[in-house]
T-cell receptor
Framework: GAVVSQHPSWVICKSGTSVKIECRSLDFQATTMFWYRQFPKQSLMLMATSNEGSKATYEQGVEKDKFLINHASLTLSTLTVTSAHPEDSSFYIC??????????FGPGTRLTVL | ELKVEQNPLFLSMQEGKNYTIYCNYSTTSDRLYWYRQDPGKSLESLFVLLSNGAVKQEGRLMASLDTKARLSTLHITAAVHDLSATYFCAVLLRAGGTSYGKLTFGQGTILTVHP
């Protein structure tokens, strides 16, 4: 079946550093990838939508310069949290989709900023 | 703007009992998803409902969709402890809307099944 991986699964970093999270579709080519953020006991909040080879579309209120998204190929998207601060600590989940078919979710990355 | 509301947000059930989680949405859509999330984990797809009147069942869970009422239900039959998790519904905005192709999630329902 369709598998989406994320790396790393968890990361702890110091305030002010940048962190890169990778999202890969392992057995299919994704036309679109999505990045979500989830705080404890809350729902998923869509941060941005990215299509291969084009700029990501960010949701209202999401800082583009803070959360850099690159969709370099049909199987890889990266989210870089720049100059991370404790308030950026969260669970980040990516998903991948082919056209308008079902979305497949990655296992998530837990980011803790000290 | 598409809004998706679930209720209840918290559900404590006894094993063996039945209950229903409701998912209302504000804008016409013809695709609705149900997901399960265990603590610390990502989402597991349960059901995709594609048309009015669609009903799908898997084990003790049954989902239905009424596009006219903009309502989906997730019915739990004879609950067991293993069903304890958070359940989300999500709606795909219909083509032509400004949010074409994006999922909007409900708040989630935290289900706890007690012996």
């Amino acid at each position: 079946g369709a598998v989406v991986s994320q790396h790393p699964s968890w990361v702890i970093c110091k305030s002010g550093t940048s962190v890169k999270i990778e999202c890969r579709s392992l057995d299919f080519q994704a036309t679109t990838m999505f990045w979500y953020r989830q705080f404890p006991k809350q729902s998923l909040m869509l941060m941005a939508t990215s299509n291969e080879g084009s700029k990501a579309t960010y949701e209202q209120g999401v800082e583009k310069d803070k959360f850099l998204i690159n969709h370099a190929s049909l199987t890889l998207s990266t989210l870089t949290v720049t100059s991370a601060h404790p308030e950026d600590s969260s669970f980040y989940i990516c998903s991948a989709r082919v056209l308008l078919l079902e979305q497949f979710f990655g296992p998530g990355t837990r980011l803790t900023v000290l | 703007e598409l809004k998706v509301e679930q209720n209840p947000l918290f559900l404590s059930m006894q094993e063996g009992k039945n209950y229903t989680i409701y998912c209302n949405y504000s804008t016409t859509s013809d695709r609705l998803y149900w997901y399960r999330q265990d603590p610390g984990k990502s989402l597991e797809s349960l059901f995709v409902l594609l048309s009015n009147g669609a009903v799908k069942q898997e084990g003790r869970l049954m989902a239905s969709l009424d596009t006219k009422a903009r309502l989906s239900t997730l019915h739990i039959t004879a609950a067991v402890h293993d069903l304890s998790a958070t359940y989300f519904c999500a709606v795909l905005l219909r083509a032509g809307g400004t949010s074409y192709g994006k999922l909007t999630f409900g708040q989630g329902t935290i289900l706890t099944v007690h012996p």
